[in-house]
């Protein structure tokens, strides 16, 4: 028998597959202050999928964490591989370093018995195609220019976009024009939207002038052309896609942002509910299983800002599919964030794991008593108090053993380019 952690699988999976497919996410954290030590291995279920909410202040070990649990799947025997990738949402551009080894973490590697490696095949990188050529120059690798073409979106979609309530008369005169270009073409630009607009005589002058300014300036984000994501031809099993948004200069970088979330999250939803299908169907010998869209984790950094509590973004909706509708289809949703509080209460209550750094805010702390009612708060509490101050310690909730751990997330393969800024040289 061995003395491994394992969270997050089902008791009838642990007696049949062991540890088999699981993330060495760390070790426990035995005793305290002074006299805290690491002891067994923590593992994660990767057989099914998981939502898993990572919390904690700046610097704790966050974004670290995530990129933890992307090498892991990563690096899975092919067996298992080959079922899955990971799509990690890059808002502060850290995660192409990826394709780099650890090289300046090796002692403490060589502490843990692990060896630097760098993901150079595994990792692509995908940003916005007008930057691909800063990025270059900026000797960043890109792997994939992305776009997000005005279609995709409804109406609706289009007015959350811009921030319009819905009975805002620009909103009515957008949503009116979306609506048109949708039932007479396939496909339309933000050109399109602009000609029809000038051409429609029962806009009002005002409205008019206020829409032609508003997508010009949405065209000028530089996000917005005909190619889209080809999802199914870049996102292979086994992959790291990388989406960095980091770099978006307009002071509407949230939303650029948040639409191409929008796009990504539904685009999986929508590839992965068809997989199923052709799964189920192979299952009952009607058809044989060719290579498929395969099952997803989604690792979104600074996660409030997508899926908000308070107030509708356009990736809110497609994200609380996945919150809601995601395990069926086998999708796998790590939200992180530094203010769980901040985050829309439904990815709260859903989670099935809580990886919680240091938080010291009280309403944060709430929040995440919303998640894990089993717990009691002054449970919690004093596991995240007795937190020795490594970063990288956490607790970890698991809502299946309902146990609490307290854990070293082990050092990275890779290289984390999120170190904090130091004033001297390099
Ligand atoms: N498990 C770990 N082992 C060793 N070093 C770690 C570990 N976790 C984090 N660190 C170090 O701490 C630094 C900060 O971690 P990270 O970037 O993950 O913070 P964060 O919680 O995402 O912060 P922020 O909220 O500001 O984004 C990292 O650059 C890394 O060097
Ligand atoms: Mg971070």
Same mark, same amino acid.
């Given at each position: 028998?061995?003395?491994?952690?394992?969270?997050?699988?089902?008791?009838?999976?642990?007696?049949?597959?062991?540890?088999?497919?699981?993330?060495?996410?760390?070790?426990?954290?035995?005793?305290?202050?002074?006299?805290?030590?690491?002891?067994?291995?923590?593992?994660?279920?990767?057989?099914?999928?998981?939502?898993?909410?990572?919390?904690?202040?700046?610097?704790?070990?966050?974004?670290?964490?995530?990129?933890?649990?992307?090498?892991?799947?990563?690096?899975?025997?092919?067996?298992?591989?080959?079922?899955?990738?990971?799509?990690?949402?890059?808002?502060?551009?850290?995660?192409?370093?990826?394709?780099?080894?650890?090289?300046?973490?090796?002692?403490?590697?060589?502490?843990?018995?692990?060896?630097?490696?760098?993901?150079?095949?595994?990792?692509?990188?995908?940003?916005?195609?007008?930057?691909?050529?800063?990025? *270059?120059?900026?000797?960043? $690798?890109?792997?994939?220019?992305?776009?997000?073409?005005?279609?995709?979106? @409804?109406? !609706?979609? =289009? #007015?959350?976009?811009?921030?319009?309530?819905?009975?805002?008369?620009?909103?009515?005169?957008?949503?009116?024009?979306?609506?048109?270009?949708?039932?007479?073409?396939?496909?339309?630009?933000?050109?399109?939207?602009?000609?029809?607009?000038?051409?429609?005589?029962?806009?009002?002058?005002?409205?008019?002038?206020?829409?032609?300014?508003?997508?010009?300036?949405?065209?000028?984000?530089?996000?917005?052309?005909?190619?889209?994501?080809?999802? *199914?031809?870049?996102?292979? $099993?086994?992959?790291?896609?990388?989406?960095?948004?980091?770099?978006?200069? @307009?002071? !509407?970088? =949230? #939303?650029?942002?948040?639409?191409?979330?929008?796009?990504?999250?539904?685009?999986?939803?929508?590839?992965?509910?068809?997989?199923?299908?052709?799964?189920?169907?192979?299952?009952?010998?009607?058809?044989?299983?060719?290579?498929?869209?395969?099952?997803?984790?989604?690792?979104?950094?600074?996660?409030?800002?997508?899926?908000?509590?308070?107030?509708?973004?356009?990736?809110?909706?497609?994200?609380?599919?996945?919150?809601?509708?995601?395990? *069926?289809?086998?999708?796998?949703?790590?939200?992180?964030?530094?203010?769980?509080?901040?985050?829309?209460?439904?990815?709260?209550?859903?989670?099935?794991?809580?990886?919680?750094?240091?938080?010291?805010?009280?309403?944060?702390?709430?929040?995440?008593?919303?998640?894990?009612?089993?717990?009691?708060?002054?449970?919690?509490?004093?596991?995240?108090?007795?937190?020795?101050?490594?970063?990288?310690?956490?607790?970890?909730?698991?809502?299946?053993?309902?146990?609490?751990?307290?854990?070293?997330?082990?050092?990275?393969?890779?290289?984390?380019?999120?170190?904090?800024?130091?004033?001297?040289?390099?």
């Amino acid at each position: 028998m061995s003395n491994e952690i394992v969270v997050g699988r089902l008791k009838e999976d642990l007696e049949k597959f062991g540890t088999e497919a699981t993330a060495y996410l760390g070790k426990h954290i035995i005793g305290q202050g002074e006299e805290a030590h690491l002891a067994n291995k923590i593992l994660m279920d990767l057989l099914r999928p998981h939502l898993i909410l990572i919390c904690g202040k700046r610097g704790t070990g966050k974004s670290y964490f995530g990129g933890v649990i992307a090498e892991e799947i990563a690096l899975l025997p092919e067996k298992h591989r080959k079922n899955l990738t990971t799509v990690l949402i890059d808002t502060m551009g850290i995660y192409w370093s990826m394709k780099l080894p650890n090289e300046e973490q090796v002692v403490l590697l060589d502490e843990w018995g692990l060896k630097p490696i760098g993901l150079k095949d595994k990792v692509k990188v995908y940003v916005p195609f007008q930057q691909k050529k800063d990025y *270059e120059a900026a000797g960043i $690798p890109v792997d994939f220019g992305i776009s997000v073409p005005p279609y995709a979106f @409804s109406a !609706e979609e =289009w #007015s959350i976009a811009f921030n319009l309530p819905q009975t805002n008369p620009l909103s009515i005169g957008l949503q009116k024009t979306v609506n048109y270009l949708k039932k007479r073409d396939e496909k339309f630009s933000i050109d399109d939207l602009i000609s029809t607009i000038k051409d429609d005589t029962s806009l009002d002058t005002h409205v008019k002038s206020s829409l032609e300014s508003m997508l010009t300036v949405a065209d000028s984000w530089g996000v917005f052309g005909e190619e889209g994501v080809k999802t *199914e031809e870049v996102m292979k $099993p086994g992959m790291i896609n990388v989406f960095d948004v980091s770099r978006l200069r @307009s002071s !509407e970088a =949230w #939303s650029v942002r948040n639409l191409l979330v929008a796009l990504i999250a539904k685009d999986i939803y929508y590839k992965r509910v068809l997989a199923r299908k052709q799964e189920e169907l192979a299952r009952v010998g009607e058809i044989k299983l060719k290579e498929r869209f395969p099952m997803v984790w989604l690792i979104i950094d600074e996660a409030h800002n997508f899926v908000p509590s308070g107030f509708d973004t356009v990736s809110t909706a497609p994200l609380l599919t996945i919150v809601k509708q995601g395990r *069926e289809p086998g999708i796998s949703l790590v939200p992180m964030t530094q203010m769980p509080n901040k985050i829309h209460p439904e990815v709260v209550s859903q989670a099935d794991m809580v990886i919680s750094h240091r938080l010291t805010a009280k309403s944060d702390l709430d929040a995440l008593h919303a998640t894990m009612q089993t717990y009691l708060m002054e449970d919690v509490w004093r596991y995240i108090q007795s937190l020795p101050k490594w970063r990288g310690s956490s607790i970890i909730l698991d809502d299946n053993s309902e146990r609490i751990f307290q854990m070293q997330t082990r050092p990275r393969l890779t290289w984390h380019a999120g170190e904090s800024a130091i004033a001297v040289n390099p």
